[in-house]
């Protein structure tokens, strides 16, 4: 893989992952950035449900890859349970050349219905379906690894996600790379 950013955006149903990954994507030039949204490729590409032995993590895995062997920055935002996804992330994560920032938003449940009720498919979607998806604080705890609380507004996680590719490039530019600390803060 090149030394493309690898950025990961995680977190429950309505935290704004998709959002905020489409905002950060139309801030940097056209053909810059790729989006893998976990939602369009297991539910429009392989019309599958969420299952251990589902064939999502492998797609979206051999997706970024890809993009991140063109030099893409790589945008995968989703649910992404840690218990069904974090080995594809601990692989990626770790064979991955290049930079890598990964988020969590962290949605209390009852915020997550709120934010729910307003979507699109509020209607199909049962608040107890959604809280059968709930995962509370389901960090991947990977190095440097930063949580958005709920308070934080869509604005400020794009400004941060994109001042730390800002950085990124900077330090690439300057010969050096950024690395994480090994600690999950709480922004």
């Given at each position: 893989?090149?030394?493309a950013?690898?950025?990961?955006?995680?977190?429950?149903s309505?935290?704004?992952?998709?959002?905020?990954?489409?905002?950060?994507?139309?801030?940097?030039?056209?053909?810059?950035?790729?989006?893998?949204?976990?939602?369009?490729?297991?539910?429009?590409?392989?019309?599958?449900?969420?299952?251990?032995?589902?064939?999502?993590?492998?797609?979206?895995?051999?997706?970024?890859?890809?993009?991140?062997?063109?030099?893409?920055?790589?945008?995968?935002?989703?649910?992404?349970?840690?218990?069904?996804?974090?080995?594809?992330?601990?692989?990626?994560?770790?064979?991955?050349?290049?930079?890598?920032?990964?988020?969590?938003?962290?949605?209390?449940?009852?915020?997550?219905?709120?934010?729910?009720?307003?979507?699109?498919?509020?209607?199909?979607v049962?608040?107890?379906?959604?809280?059968?998806?709930?995962?509370?604080?389901?960090?991947?705890?990977?190095?440097?690894?930063?949580?958005?609380?709920?308070?934080?507004?869509?604005?400020?996680?794009?400004?941060?996600?994109?001042?730390?590719?800002?950085?990124?490039?900077?330090?690439?530019?300057?010969?050096?790379?950024?690395?994480?600390?090994?600690?999950?803060?709480?922004?």
């Open positions: 893989m090149t030394s950013p690898l950025v990961i955006i995680r977190g429950n309505a935290s704004g992952k998709s959002t905020v990954a489409r905002r950060v994507q139309r801030e940097q030039p056209r053909d810059a950035v790729a989006v893998i949204g976990q939602d369009h490729v297991r539910r429009e590409m392989l019309w599958a449900h969420e299952a251990p032995d589902s064939h999502t993590p492998g797609l979206i895995a051999t997706m970024a890859r890809y993009c991140l062997g063109v030099g893409r920055i790589t945008v995968v935002e989703g649910i992404f349970g840690r218990e069904w996804y974090g080995d594809m992330f601990s692989g990626l994560l770790r064979e991955h050349s290049g930079p890598s920032l990964v988020y969590y938003l962290d949605v209390s449940l009852a915020e997550t219905q709120r934010r729910h009720a307003g979507k699109p498919i509020a209607d199909l049962t608040d107890a379906e959604l809280a059968s998806w709930y995962r509370v604080h389901d960090v991947l705890g990977a190095p440097g690894e930063v949580v958005f609380g709920e308070d934080m507004s869509e604005d400020a996680m794009v400004a941060r996600i994109l001042a730390d590719l800002a950085r990124l490039r900077a330090g690439a530019e300057g010969g050096g790379q950024r690395t994480g600390s090994g600690a999950v803060t709480r922004e």
